[in-house]
Structure formats: structure tokens, C-alpha cells
């Protein structure tokens, strides 16, 4: 089982950019679908953007691809979020999440079996 350890969340203002790290904890990222979902109050959780490590393939909701880039640093088994032009709409708690969704089913939030614990991104206006 892998534990995920985020950090990198916090406070913004609008227009400004965050990068969020999570690294692997008790086990590798290999084989795995790495990446990010965010929770805003009252909502639904919400895919942001995830990559396969293995391949390198990345993925990415619509809504995010133009502002959002992912990453990974094989040798550290860390993965990144690098959050540009942040809107007050992006401010959500940011799970790092890994797992092997089913095929076609990675852009699902909920079909990752693992789960940091979350960190906090407000975005100012």
C-alpha cells in the first residue's frame, strides 16, 4: 500500500500560481495512475489532472489543461501540480491520489484507491 504525502497549498491571490508536491510514502509509484482531485465546499470531488508513471501519459480535466500542468520526478517518486492563473473558483482542498483506475476511467475522481490527506488552496480575489 502506498501513502501519499502532499505539501505546496496555501493562500494566493488571483492570477498567481501554486506548485503542490506529493510524494510517495511506504511504496513506489510504479504501475500506478498518479495525479490530483480537488474538493470545493459544498461540491462534488473534482478530477484535476493525473499521470500514468509508468508511460508518462498525462491527463487532464478540460476545465484545468490550459492553466494546469502535472509532473513527476521518477528518481524522488514525487509528483506535481503546477497551478497557474488560479481563480477564486480553484480554491478547493487539492487529495493527491493514486491507483489503477479501469480503462477509460481515469478522468474519475472517485476511482483511485488511494488518498493523501489533503492540502488547502485559497485563491483570493
Known amino acids: 500500500q502506498v501513502q501519499l504525502v502532499e505539501s505546496g497549498g496555501g493562500l494566493v491571490q488571483a492570477g498567481g500560481s501554486l506548485r503542490l508536491s506529493c510524494a510517495a510514502s511506504?511504496?513506489?509509484?510504479?504501475?500506478?495512475?498518479v495525479g490530483w482531485v480537488r474538493q470545493a465546499p459544498g461540491k462534488e470531488r473534482e478530477f484535476v489532472a493525473s499521470i500514468n508513471w509508468s508511460v508518462g501519459l498525462t491527463y487532464y480535466a478540460d476545465s484545468m489543461k490550459d492553466r494546469f500542468s502535472i509532473s513527476s520526478a521518477n528518481a524522488k517518486d514525487t509528483v506535481y501540480l503546477q497551478m497557474n492563473s488560479l481563480k477564486p473558483e480553484d480554491t478547493a482542498v487539492y487529495y493527491c491520489?493514486?491507483?489503477?483506475?479501469?480503462?477509460?476511467?481515469?478522468?474519475?475522481?472517485?476511482?483511485?484507491?488511494?488518498w493523501g490527506q489533503g492540502t488547502q488552496v485559497t485563491v483570493s480575489s
Open positions: 491520489v493514486a491507483g489503477r483506475p479501469p480503462y477509460g476511467s481515469v478522468r474519475y475522481a472517485y476511482a483511485y484507491d488511494y
Open positions: 511506504g511504496r513506489t509509484f510504479s504501475h500506478y495512475v
